[in-house]
Structures are given as structure tokens and as C-alpha cells.
């Protein structure tokens, strides 16, 4: 057992090691300035008491603008270590996620959504690696508590199935868990939710299955510690509950009933509900109340009353984004276990078996639905692993040992070298099942390219060594936060009020490219159209990132427009109706009205069509607030009205509005098309 336990721990080790070096190559996740800012609140008020940041180091003074850096400074985003571009004393060390607008002050009566705790623990990793011994960088000091999780799973999957089935199929458990490409990803940056729930899962199933073999209350009291550190993450912890109260019904019945077996799950399950409520000030004003407010997020963003049948998707993204050895291995295993269960009644591989099914069938089941892929059920991948490993052992006694171990490590010489290959890009593997990410593209699988904002930080690098002094940048259509500022140049001006459209200033525009994005916008729309990337990331051909130079060099073909001499309007209260009398490829519509006794628009939106019959509506909406091309500001406004196309084949144009919006105080309009 000690030799056990000392495998296990390297197994940790080496994962962590490794997990540690390539933390500088992935971005972050696009809900980081939500989860990083709230755990920065709540670990400020839990040292100190404080409901605002007034006790901590100066924030940046202002957002970086050209002439005036606000403070900032450009940490070097190859490198783990805090490695600023000015001298170290003279940035502080406060994060740039403690926000002196999100406090404990508004917190505490403005919260919901995931429970904090786990944003609280990764925001302590980076108080003391940035803040207090200024070794890790700001970025990356979070993140430390996500691999260290990670690392923690692998060597608790090496361990436990080496007791159980024997240290070849504890091995391959661990590797095949280790090689998980989600896995593998995601413990680098999805380090506040998802792979913390699966860790904290994973320990919960360990310490109860642990209680029940050895007969220890110690062991189900640990478990509530780790219910309340799953809970006190994500509420997927509730459905765990349909693994053990099953589990425990099938295999111990007259165990569940002794008096010390109530008593101290009682007091775990006691324990968990503290660490949960204490570790969340929100919920301490109204506890009843918020919680219930709690699980109606969870219903709102888990469920839809249109979805009647069963929800194959995450059973096919399970089987086109796991590795084919591991589907093998996995088959192999899931069948000899079965039959071993019905024969001998097997508690362990039954709890792995209820652990398997639970996840996957929470996101499965009628009503159900889950996006961006399966992150949200990953819990099942370590159960999933455990089979892989069982497998693996089969086929080794099979074969016979060695012949058996050379062929089952031969097969996992395929996903790593793949895995080398897109690296840090791992969670947008496919399988060639689909022909990898290509096929998945091609067959349009939902989802597919979804990376989650890793490869953000790829970018930088290419506009730190590659824009000029000065540049400006801009999302095609994310938020600012979703690249940490100091991972890029003090001197760029990044504002997404730098998109142009057909104006062409010269802004350098970036944006993760995924299912849906080329139609998301006109701008997303244009830069696909018109313009040639300058940086691609690109997996399996498949461009999952992209940058573009919005200017007339970089255009993928020249073009000229025409005014349109024969268009005809027809008012209505509500609409306007544009005929071209033939198909055109739009370029742009000019509206010039009058302000009078009329209404701004609040709201609006444009179609076009070919026959009048068939309509695609646009994307975007037409208000006094927004703006298709900030550059021009919002549309209309002022008197004028500007509607860009990108060359999409129409006759008419439709623009809906409120009745007496003074846009349908028409004066003068022009339509330009493309002559291509």
C-alpha cells in the first residue's frame, strides 16, 4: 500500500509539474472578470472585514490611453513568473481583478449565479503567489488552484483503482484522465467551476466509498467536507445524490441503518450545508429566500420547456471528442464490469458505474440542455477513466503481460502526439470518428471550435511583437476583459470603439472563431467577407482564432459600389419597405429624416429579402444607443441614418421600428450595392 500511495503522489506530482510549465500558453476564461472580481470581494472581507478595497495597495490609475499608461504595464505572457515591463516596485501588488467598483458592499446584496467559494480559494492562491511573494503573475497565481486540483484527482484515480483492480489498470486510469483533452485543457483555466466540481465530486465518492469499506464515521465525516467545497462551487454536487443513496440501497443496506452510520452522515451532510452558507455572505441576509434564488438560476440555465426527448447531443460530443483508444479501452472495460456486477454483486465498480450514468444522464434527460460542449457534466470523465483503466487491464491479462502492456501503451502514442500537436488548443479536439475538427466544421456538430477564450492569450503575443507603436485594437464582437490588458502592450489602444466596418481606419480586430461567429454581426460579417486575416491559430485547418488589419492592403479583392437609380420606397407606420427592382449585392443605405414630432428609436431591426417573401433579418439592432460601426456612432442619430451591408444578395430592404419613430420621417435616401 505504501508503494501505492507513493505512485500515486508522483502521478500527482508529474501532472502538477507539467500542468504548472504550460499554464503561460492557455488564456482565460471568458467569465473570469466574474468569478476572479467576486472571489477578490469576498476573500478582502473574510481577512480583513472590509467591504471595499480601501485597505488594499492603489488600483491603476485610469484604463491605458495613448500618451498615458494609467499605471499599467505589460507582464510578459510567455512567462509564469511575474515579469512586468517596469520595475517591480513600482506596480502594486493588487490584482487587476480587485475592482474598486465590485466590493463586498455591493456583493452582499447583489449576487447569485455559482456559489463564490471556489472564485474565493483562487483568488487567496493569487493573494499570496502575486500579491504577497510576487512570483507568479497576476494571471496564472489564480490558476495555480486549478492544476493543484487536478493533480490532486489524478493521483486520487492512480490510488483508488490500483487498490481495487491492480497498478496497470490504476496507471492507464490516470493517463487516460491525465490525456483527457477537456481535462487536460480546462484544469488550466476553468479553474472556478467546472473542473474544481470534479475534483471535489471525485473526493466525495472516494470518502464515502472509503467510510462504507472500512466501517470508519471518520471517513463520512470527511466527506461532507468535501460535499460543502462541491456545493459551495457549483450545485451539480445535488445529483450526487443519486449515486450514493442507490449505491448505499443496493450494496449496504444493513449498514446505513446503524446508528453510527446516521450519525456521522448526518453530521457530514450538516458540515457541507456550513462550509456552503458560511463561505457565501450573500446568502447570510436571507438564506431561505436567496438559495431558492440560487436554484432558479440553476432551473433557467439547465432546463427548457421545449425540450420534450431525450438529449443526444452530449452523448454524441462524448463520443466524437473522446479519443479513440480511450473508447476502446473504455468498451472493453464497461463490458466485463458489467457482467461482473450481475454475477457478484461488485459494490465498487457499481458506485463507479452510478457515477458514470448520473452526470451523463442529468444532461441527457427530456427537458435538459447544456452548451458550449459537456464541460458542465465533466464529472463523469474521471468514472469514465476508471473503465478506461479496468480495460486496459483486461486486455493486458488477455494478451499476456507484456505483450498485453506494450500494445495498450502503444495506443496511447496517437492522442499524445495529437495533443502536442494543438497544443494549448486541447479542448477543441475531435476524433476522426467526425475527422477532427475539420469534419466537425463540415458536418456543422454544435459547438464546434468552442474553445472558451484560451487562445486569447496566443494573440497578444502576435500583436506584442507584430502591431505598430500606437495600434489600435478591437474585439469583432467580445467584451474587453476577455484578454487580461496586461498581457498586451501599454501603448495599444484597445477599445472596441475602434471598429470601423468599411471605413477602414487600420484597427487590428481579434476575435475566437467558432460555430455561428462569421454571422453574429455586420462586423464579424465584413472581416470574413473583405478582409484577410494576418494571424490565424488554426486546428486540424479550422481557424479557432483570428486577427485582421482592417485596411484597404489587407482587403481580399477590390471593389467599387454603385448608387442605385431605380430604388422606390413605401412608408408604413412601422416600416420601411426599400424595392431595388432587381437583386443587388447591398453595400450600404443612406437615410436622411426629419426630428419632428416624432420619437427616437429605441428599438428596430433590418431585413432583406430576395422576392418580398422569404426575409433574413440582420444582426444587430437599430437604436439611439447602439452602434453597428462605432466609429460612426450609433444609428440613427442626429438626422441621418447609416444601414452597412456586406455585399448579401437582396431586392428589398426592410427596416421595422416603432410607430412615429422619427426615422420614418423620411427626406432623402440613397442604396449602394457592390459592383462586383
Not at 481577512?47 to 485597505?55: Q, V
Not at 502594486?92 to 463564490?116: I, K
Not at 463520443?319 to 472495460?333: E, K, S
Request: glycine share 8%; with cysteine.
Amino acid at each position: 500500500m505504501r508503494s501505492v500511495k507513493k505512485k500515486s503522489i508522483l502521478a500527482a506530482l508529474i501532472f502538477f509539474v507539467a500542468g504548472v510549465i504550460t499554464l503561460p500558453h492557455y488564456g482565460i476564461n471568458w467569465d473570469a472578470i466574474n468569478h476572479l472580481s467576486r472571489g477578490q470581494a469576498y476573500l478582502n472581507y473574510f481577512l480583513t472585514g472590509s467591504e471595499d478595497f480601501s485597505n488594499r495597495p492603489p488600483y491603476f490609475d485610469n484604463w491605458p490611453e495613448p500618451g498615458d499608461d494609467g499605471g499599467w504595464y505589460l507582464q510578459n505572457p510567455d512567462n509564469l513568473f511575474f515579469d512586468p515591463d517596469r520595475p517591480k516596485e513600482e506596480v502594486s501588488p493588487r490584482s487587476m481583478y480587485e475592482l474598486p467598483t465590485l466590493t463586498m458592499a455591493l456583493y452582499r446584496n447583489s449576487d447569485g449565479g455559482h456559489p463564490p467559494l471556489s472564485d474565493i480559494l483562487s483568488s487567496l492562491f493569487n493573494r499570496i503567489l502575486f500579491g504577497e511573494l510576487r512570483l507568479i503573475n497576476d494571471i496564472d497565481a489564480y490558476r495555480i488552484y486549478g492544476v493543484l486540483l487536478a493533480a490532486s484527482l489524478v493521483g486520487l484515480i492512480f490510488y483508488w483503482v490500483s487498490e481495487i483492480y491492480g497498478g496497470f489498470a490504476g496507471l492507464i486510469a490516470a493517463l487516460s484522465l491525465s490525456l483527457y483533452p477537456l481535462f487536460w485543457a480546462e484544469s488550466h483555466f476553468n479553474t472556478e467551476k467546472d473542473v474544481p466540481e470534479t475534483v471535489y465530486w471525485s473526493f466525495l465518492m472516494f470518502t464515502i466509498w472509503k467510510g462504507v469499506e472500512t466501517k470508519k464515521w471518520q471517513w463520512i465525516l470527511s466527506s461532507g467536507v468535501f460535499f460543502g467545497l462541491a456545493l459551495g462551487t457549483k450545485f451539480n454536487v445535488l445529483f450526487a445524490i443519486l449515486v450514493i443513496i442507490p449505491w448505499l440501497a443496493l450494496t449496504s443496506r444493513k449498514l446505513i441503518m446503524q446508528k453510527w452510520f446516521l450519525v456521522s452522515g448526518t453530521t457530514a451532510l450538516l458540515i457541507g450545508l456550513m462550509i456552503f452558507v458560511g463561505s457565501w455572505p450573500y446568502l447570510w441576509g436571507d438564506p431561505i429566500m436567496r438559495i431558492s434564488e440560487v436554484g432558479n438560476f440553476y432551473k433557467t440555465i439547465g432546463t427548457s420547456p421545449r425540450n420534450h426527448i431525450l438529449n443526444i447531443y452530449p452523448l454524441e460530443w462524448i463520443f466524437y471528442t473522446t479519443p479513440i483508444a480511450f473508447l476502446i479501452l473504455f468498451a472493453t472495460g464497461i463490458y466485463g464490469c458489467v457482467k461482473r456486477i450481475f454475477a457478484d454483486q461488485d459494490k465498487v465498480t457499481l458506485l463507479f458505474l452510478f457515477w458514470l450514468i448520473v452526470p451523463i444522464g442529468r444532461v441527457v434527460w427530456p427537458g435538459t440542455v447544456v452548451y458550449g460542449g459537456i464541460r458542465q457534466a465533466m464529472e463523469y470523465i474521471p468514472a469514465f477513466c476508471v473503465f478506461v483503466g479496468i480495460g486496459a487491464q483486461a486486455v493486458r491479462m488477455r494478451l499476456n503481460n507484456l505483450f498485453g502492456t506494450a500494445i495498450v501503451l502503444l495506443m496511447f502514442i496517437p492522442i499524445t502526439l495529437k495533443l502536442i500537436e494543438i497544443h494549448p488548443n486541447e479542448n477543441v479536439y475531435f476524433n476522426q470518428l467526425i475527422g477532427g475538427l475539420a469534419g466537425a466544421k463540415k458536418h456543422n456538430f454544435p459547438y464546434w471550435g468552442f474553445s472558451f477564450g484560451a487562445p486569447y492569450r496566443q494573440g497578444a503575443n502576435w500583436l506584442n511583437e507584430n502591431a505598430p507603436m500606437g495600434a489600435d485594437v478591437a474585439y469583432s464582437y467580445e467584451l474587453i476583459p476577455n484578454l487580461p490588458r496586461i498581457f498586451l502592450r501599454r501603448d495599444l489602444n484597445l477599445h472596441n470603439i475602434n471598429r470601423s466596418g468599411y471605413l477602414r481606419n487600420g484597427e487590428y480586430a481579434m476575435t475566437l472563431t467558432y460555430q455561428g461567429t462569421a454571422e453574429r454581426s455586420y462586423y464579424d460579417m465584413y472581416l470574413e467577407k473583405f478582409i484577410d486575416p494576418v494571424y490565424q491559430v488554426t486546428i486540424d485547418g479550422v481557424a479557432i482564432f483570428k486577427i485582421w488589419k482592417n485596411d484597404s492592403e489587407h482587403l481580399k479583392f477590390n471593389w467599387s459600389e454603385k448608387l442605385s437609380n431605380e430604388a422606390k420606397v413605401q412608408k408604413e407606420n412601422n416600416r420601411l419597405i426599400f424595392d431595388l427592382s432587381e437583386p443587388r449585392p447591398l453595400s450600404r443605405l443612406e437615410i436622411d429624416y426629419s426630428e419632428e414630432n416624432c420619437s427616437l428609436m429605441n428599438e428596430g431591426y433590418v431585413q432583406i429579402s430576395v422576392d418580398g417573401n422569404k426575409w433574413q433579418r440582420l444582426p444587430g439592432i437599430l437604436s439611439e444607443e447602439e452602434a453597428k460601426i462605432p466609429a460612426l456612432g450609433p444609428q440613427p442619430k442626429n438626422g441621418h441614418f447609416i444601414e452597412p451591408f456586406v455585399g448579401q444578395e437582396a431586392r428589398f430592404i426592410e427596416i421595422k421600428m416603432p410607430e412615429k419613430t422619427c426615422l420614418g420621417n423620411l427626406r432623402h435616401f440613397d442604396i449602394y450595392y457592390f459592383d462586383l
